[in-house]
Structure formats: C-alpha cells, structure tokens
C-alpha cells in the first residue's frame, strides 16, 4: 500500500476493504457448508472416524479464517490498521453490503471477530462493532413464514402411513435403507402409540420435516414436527445405520425427549441449511424457552451462539438488580466459579495459583477445555465458552467475590475505574453439583442421579475421556436429571492411563501406611479404589456397586483401552428408544 490517507482516497479504501472483508465471510462459509454436506457420505458409508475428524476441521475453520483475513487487512490497510475513523467508514461501507443477506448476523459477527482483534477491545466499541442485528434494525423474532426455510411436507387427508411413506422416501439416503417398509410402520406406530396416549385425534394429520437432514456422530435425524386441530408435537425421527442398512432407530415427540438431544452437553449437528435464522426460529417454536444462543452453537455456528449468549447476559444484567455470587457447591482449586441466580449462567475464572495437590498448570488448563471443545461430548460434558475482555459493574459483584477475583485471579481481574474487567472467562449453563444434588433430593432421586453417575462415567469412557476425578462434586445435574462432568482440569484420555489392580499388600505394615508402598507412576490408575473417594454410604453406595461395580475393577479400564487403541468405534446413543426396527434385510 502507498500510505496515502483514506481521506485522499475517498471512499475507495473503506469500500474495498469492505469488500474483502464480505468476501472472506462468503469464504469461510462456503467451506463451513462443504465441510457440512460432506455428513451425508459419512453416514452413508459409515465413515465415523472420518466424519469425527470433519467435525473438528469445521470448529476450527473459524478462527483460522479471521486471522488469514486479518493478516491481510494488514497489508491492504498498513498504517491505518489501527485508525478507528477508518474502521467507521469500513462499518458503514460493510453495512451496506450485508443489508439484503438473510444471515447477516453471521457476516456482523465476523466483522466484529477482526475489529476485536485490531483494537484489543474492552468490553464493546460501538464504533466499531455492530451490536444486534435486531436492536439496530428492529428485526423481529417471528415464527417461522411458509417458504422460510425448506421443508417436507405430508398434507391433510391422506392415511397416517402413506404420509410417513412420503417423508422417508424424501431422505437423500432413501435407497439405502434395510426395509423401507419396516422403517414406515415403525415410525408410524409410534405416532400414533403416542397420540393415542395422549388422547389426540390422529385425524387430518400434518407432518413435516426439515429439508436438511441433521447429522452427528453416527446418526441422522429428520426434525419437524406433527400437527392436528389446535395442537403441535415435535417430531424427530433417528436413524441408525449397521451393517444391515439404515434403519428408524427412535421416534421422539416431547420436549422432554427433544431438548436434550439439542443441549449443552452435545456436539454439534451438521445440517446444510441454506439461511440458518429461519431454522433456529422453526427449532424455538418446536423448543419453546431453549435459549436462542444454545440453537446456534448446536447447529455448529459457535462463534453466534457466543454473540447472542453476550448479548443476552448483558440484556439481563441491564433489567435485574442481583449480585453475582460464588456458586453453591465446594469452592475449586483451580477456578474461582461465580453465578447469577436470576439467570442460568456460571463463569468461571482460573486462579493464579492452584492449591496442592494440583500441579497442573493456566495452560494446560486452557488446552483441556479445547479438547473438550473440538471432542464428541456424548451428552455428557458441558459446552464451556471462552470469552476475553469482558467489562462488568464492579457494582454487581457481591463483596467477598470480588475481593477474591481481585486477589486470586489477579493475571484475569482488574478494575477500570467503576467497572471490573475480566480478560478470560468460561462461561456455561448452570448445573445443580451432584454431591448438592444428593443431600437435597428424595431417596429414590439420589439413587437415580447415582445410576446415572456411572451411566455418566460409562458413556465419557466410551468416547476415550476419563475424567481423572470423579468426585461428586466434579459433576453436575441438569434441569433433565441428567448428570454431565464439568471439571476438566483432570481430564485425559483413557488411552493415555495405565489402568491397574491395586497390589496385595505384603504385611500388616504396608497395610497401615499412609502413603503406598509400591511404586506409583503419573499415569497410573488404580480403579478398586474409586469408591473410597466419592462418600457415597448405605443404599447409595449399594446402588452404585449393584450397577456399576465393573467401573471399579482394571479389567473393564484396560479392554476400553484395547478398543480404542485398536480404533474401534464404540457408540453412545443420544436417545432412549422405546423399541427398535430389526434390522434384518
């Protein structure tokens, strides 16, 4: 660039820098979309670990997109990177270019990824960056209109079959099926067991699903939902793809079946939408109260979910009077985790320095919940979202929390006149801590919390985590009494232990020491003696050892272990199935 001013320039600099910008969105998303589509052919000729890896390419195809385009921004803008008068005119010249996009959210998104970037903002330039779409220009969150977004339709009046008929033959995988029959008559019937229990006319039905089909792991789903006179139910349809052919593995119809399949604790769909707002409207109105910015995150457009999660804290903490307090539960020794009851959120902050025993370090902290973020959670682990740079009133903060902010997380905590700024945060869903959970429940829900426990501890291992810690407190239970870990600090692979039996001890003496007498090595793991860390007594510790006391013994460890060093894939089901389809051709 010759260094002459954009003044001297006119307009050209700012519009052709818009235009970059434009077109390096249009990019990235062009490659999100192929990286999407390719889900299909994974499912189709079951390429799992293939489909994993896609997974991981498209979370990362975000970050390395804004920083090629910034690298670029440099050289076009050279001085004037940094002018904030030149990144007005940018804004304004941006604006204009992205007025008539359907998903133009997306494209003010990334323009603010750069600008944050340039500026190293603090808390929000409006100046610079675009708050919401829908403030600045009144946009309205109405449902969905018919032509919004494309689905497939089976009209009043035609037999319940013929209309599920006409909804499977439409799946791009049609021809693939083991029966295509089965797979109608067992969707079928399950609508109407569970019209009938519900005691709704099945008469002059209305089914549609999405075009799209939704992918994860190694299923596929179609997402719609069933109508009838004054009444809607979702309507998701799972299939499953053995050996045999694909199959209709699971109908769901309730919120209570729906939502989770869509929660914070899942990876991401893969669905090739054409405009995302439309679906993530057609998924509110199916998942009345799901929180907008976890629909954009699971449809795998993250970097929006964390925009409209900003956005929405802020739009609460401007209408509630609370204070942001610690967190129930027992305090942590590498996070200081602090909440605001009126909302649903925790954050967590890292300390500067972690108590003994811990000997892990910020980075290393940092790296585990990446890994958690690009691997497949199985419902299991908590979707946490790093924010930097966040600017809160130090008012909000309840005065024994901030001291503690201000004293123990120092490197991250500093005030800025009246307010205290943040520089990194975790930010997730809030969850009731299993060791709480058990104190405050019923006998029969503390023993079916513990059950789902080692489900917990099962399914994480199935998919090669292993917690490292399994204290109760270390998890948590949803608003679905599902228990989901969210302690990561500890966390490692279960290919990465070394799972064995605890030594007979020689004599009395070695019997009595406190420390063990045989050599210990860092990743040595010595499953029989679990039970003794996690306090549960009487009939909960009995429940424990009655459903789960393989978890307890190396034996199960080291056979997991073979199985994932030999690649094989070993499945956790997103789903209870009521029934299933057999899958005999």
């Known amino acids: 660039m010759d260094g002459s001013s954009p003044q001297a320039m006119g307009q050209e600099l700012p519009r052709r820098t818009a235009a970059e910008i434009f077109g390096a969105f249009e990019d990235y998303n062009h490659a999100f979309r192929a990286l999407t589509r390719r889900a299909e052919r994974r499912f189709v000729e079951r ?75 603090v808390g929000m330039n409006r100046d610079v960056e675009f708050a919401s779409v829908a403030d600045e220009e009144g946009e309205s969150h ?50 109407a067991a569970v019209l009938s229990a519900r005691l709704l006319n099945p008469k002059d039905l209305k089914l549609e699903v999405l075009q799209p089909v939704f992918y994860r792991a190694t299923r596929a789903f179609l997402v719609g939902k069933v109508a009838g006179d004054g009444w809607t139910l979702p309507l998701i349809i799972a299939f499953a793809h053995p050996d045999s052919g694909i199959v209709a593995d699971a109908v769901m119809m309730s919120e209570y079946e729906v939502r989770p399949l869509f929660g914070f604790s899942r990876s991401y769909f893969h669905a090739d939408l054409p405009a995302v707002e439309p679906a993530v409207r057609y998924l509110s109105a199916i998942m009345p109260g799901k929180p907008v910015d976890e629909i954009y995150t699971v449809l795998g457009r993250a970097k929006q979910g964390k925009t409209e999660r900003y956005r929405s804290l802020f739009r ?96 991250t905590c500093r005030l800025d006149g009246n307010d205290l700024i943040i520089s990194h945060l975790y930010m997730e869903r809030r969850m009731k801590p299993l060791d709480v959970f058990i104190r405050e429940a019923s006998p029969d829900a503390a023993r ?36 989901v870990f969210y302690d990561y600090d500890e966390l490692c692979l279960v290919t990465e232990c070394t799972f ?84 005999s051709p």
């Open 500 to 583: 064995r039996d605890l030594p007979t001890a020689r004599d009395d003496e070695d019997e009595m020491r406190a420390e063990p007498w045989f050599f210990v090595g860092t990743t040595d793991v010595f499953p029989e003696q679990f039970l003794e860390f996690l306090g549960l007594r009487g009939d909960l510790r009995e429940e424990f050892l009655r459903q789960h006391g393989d978890l307890l013994t190396a034996d199960y460890w080291r056979s997991l272990k073979a199985c994932h060093l030999a690649e094989r894939h070993l499945e956790v089901v997103p789903y209870t199935r009521r029934r299933a389809v057999d899958s």
């Open 47 to 121: 390429e799992w670990q293939l489909g994993q890896r896609d997974a991981v390419e498209r979370i990362e195809l975000y970050d390395r997109r804004v920083e090629k385009c910034l690298a670029d921004l440099v050289g076009r803008l050279g001085r004037h990177i940094a002018e904030e008068s030149t990144w007005r005119e940018i804004k304004a010249e941006f604006a204009s270019l992205i007025a008539t996009c359907p998903d133009r959210k997306f494209d003010a998104t990334f323009f603010n990824s750069l600008t944050r970037k340039v500026f190293k903002t």
């Open 448 to 483: 079916r919390v513990i059950r789902d426990y080692g489900q917990a501890i099962r399914d994480l291992a199935l998919s090669n985590v292993f917690p490292g810690d399994l204290l109760l407190k270390n998890f948590g239970v949803s608003r679905h009494g599902r228990v």
């Open 142 to 191: 109405a449902a969905p209109q018919p032509g919004d977004l494309p689905v497939c339709a089976a009209r009043h009046g035609i037999p319940l079959l013929a209309a599920v008929e006409h909804l499977l033959s439409g799946a791009p995988w049609a021809r693939h099926y083991a029966d295509s029959s089965a797979a109608a008559h067992f969707v079928a019937d399950e609508i």
């Open 316 to 411: 609460h903490l401007a209408r509630s009077t609370d204070s942001f307090v610690h967190a129930e539960g027992i305090r942590g020794m590498v996070m200081i985790v602090f909440t605001l009851y009126s909302s649903e959120l925790v954050f967590k902050v890292i300390r500067d320095r972690f108590a003994e025993p811990k000997t892990t370090s910020r980075e290393e902290v940092m790296e585990k919940y990446q890994f958690v973020f690009q691997h497949d959670r199985v419902g299991r682990l908590v979707d946490a979202q790093e924010f930097r740079q966040l600017r809160f009133p130090k008012t909000r903060f309840a005065p024994e929390l901030l001291e503690e902010l201000l004293m123990s997380s120092s490197a």
